[in-house]
């Protein structure tokens, strides 16, 4: 049983669809108590960091969150849940969980053909093998809608890439966490089979 | 690098997957939801659900049959026709859809589009217009003017204006559709796709006019559009998703193959 977790940061219900798709029985909540006690967990989210961060303090999910790190629970962030578990956010300045070193920092790019919010389909490259990337082929492509993107301090902790205006990282992993800047929910059927994988993962980089 | 995208059009008139001529004569062709799934599976990058009766009473039945879609597909997909308010984007959004399309309702009144871009972010909201070729006139100086109301009543508003001014208003993206290259299959209306993908900074659906693969090519280079909308070329069976993509990949198009 998969937990997500709900902390009013956009439309988590495609992820829990999605992961009844491939058969994968997940709950919702925003209820620090059912995450302390979670097998696994799937951190999802789309918005700001600041009013992510506020509600997340504010219910105790972050504290719920960072012991499930420690205890080794599996979890997978998505997309603002791959943003705010590194230290920081360039977005309002903001604090965040730490489960990662690194910052969250926004596109800079002097190409004016070149958009922000990056949105739409792009290649997604394994820069180092992990079991969630496990048969990933060169051009596989995966939709992403964000205007920041995790960097984190260490480049041992990124394991996928992606360009828009110079590569920039969207896959990254640390011990028995690991999240994507992409949409897996919304990447059709290569997207669901990294949430099959999840589904079937322990936590190690060997399985 | 983006990749462009393919995005297919489904008519909705009471849950039933409806093909417009020119905007009239229409006629139901199927279930919309075994098509979408089937688009889905064949690789298409991403989907635009059309309520064409769009009334009041019909908003229920189009929020359950949004539910339904969300359950079955999982690509982005848009939902449009009769969006009149920021509680309308944001229930269709909740139940599932990545995207609301605005049309008649923001040409009478403009704030909705800042409106629902505050609500449900900028990403999501999408600016759908109905032009015409006119005679360029001091009030329409493009060339091109809007037309509302499923393409039938013009407004005497600037098409290239209107553009420009989607986008200050919040737009994320624009649908740009030519009633006069709708249904005609002879291929879209190039020109004015061109010219406002050139006076845009967000994303530009081209829509109308789509009868083989070539117009498709010829809109993603020459007229300067991120994705290309299509609909009775794929509703007839005529190609599929896949043909259209390779098709496209084949001549250099940077698009979605592996699925």
């Known amino acids: 049983m998969i937990t997500i977790i709900d902390y009013n940061a956009g439309n988590i219900k495609s992820v829990q669809r999605a992961c009844a798709e491939v058969g994968v029985q997940a709950i919702v909540t925003s209820d620090p108590t059912t995450v302390a006690k979670a097998e696994k967990i799937i951190f999802p989210g789309v918005g700001a960091a600041p009013s992510a961060m506020e509600y997340l303090k504010k219910t105790g999910l972050d504290v719920a969150l960072v012991k499930a790190f420690e205890g080794g629970i599996p979890i997978l962030g998505i997309c603002l849940g791959a943003q705010i578990i590194l230290d920081s956010s360039e977005e309002g300045n903001q604090k965040c969980l730490g489960l990662v070193a690194g910052k969250t920092v926004r596109f800079r790019i002097r190409d004016k053909l070149l958009k922000i919010p990056h949105m739409g389909w792009n290649e997604v490259k394994a820069v180092q093998p992990h079991p969630l990337l496990d048969g990933i082929q060169p051009g596989d492509e995966f939709y992403f809608v964000h205007s920041y993107y995790p960097q984190p301090a260490d480049k041992k902790d990124v394991y996928a890439v992606s360009s828009h205006g110079g590569d920039f990282c969207a896959a990254l992993g640390s011990r028995n966490l690991f999240a994507m800047q992409f949409h897996p929910e919304k990447s059709g059927p290569l997207g669901l089979q990294i949430l099959e994988r999840f589904a079937r993962w322990n936590g190690t980089l060997t399985g | ?259």
């Open chain 2, 1 to 259: 690098m983006l990749s462009k995208r393919l995005v297919v059009c489904l008519d909705v008139r009471g849950g039933k997957l409806a093909k417009s001529i020119k905007f009239v004569d229409t006629k139901d062709i199927g279930d919309p939801i075994a098509k979408a799934r089937q688009y889905y599976e064949d690789g298409v990058d991403e989907l635009v659900f059309y309520d064409i009766t769009a009334s009041r009473e019909n908003r229920d039945i189009m929020i359950n049959f949004v539910e339904e879609v969300a359950r079955q597909i999982f690509i982005p997909f848009s939902v449009g026709g009769g969006i009149r308010s920021v509680e309308d984007a944001t229930r269709l959004r909740n139940a599932g859809a990545e995207k609301v399309n605005v049309n008649t309702a923001a040409v009478k009144r403009k704030e909705l589009i800042s409106e629902i871009a505050r609500a449900i972010g900028s990403q999501s909201t999408i600016l759908s217009m109905d032009i015409r070729k006119v005679d360029p006139t001091q009030e329409m100086p493009s060339g091109y003017e809007i037309v509302v109301n499923g393409g039938v009543t013009p407004t005497g508003i600037d098409g290239l204006w209107w553009a420009k001014t989607g986008e200050e208003l919040g737009a994320g993206e624009l649908v740009i559709n030519s009633i006069d290259a709708d249904g005609t299959k002879d291929g879209y209306e190039l020109n004015l796709t061109r010219m406002i993908a050139d006076s845009v900074g967000i994303p530009v659906i081209a829509s109308g006019g789509a009868g083989k693969p070539e117009h498709l090519y010829d809109v993603l280079t020459e007229g300067h559009a991120d994705a290309a909308l299509v609909a009775s070329i794929v509703h007839y069976d005529e190609y599929t998703c896949r043909t259209l993509k390779e098709y496209l990949h084949n001549r250099g198009i940077k698009i979605r193959l592996n699925y």
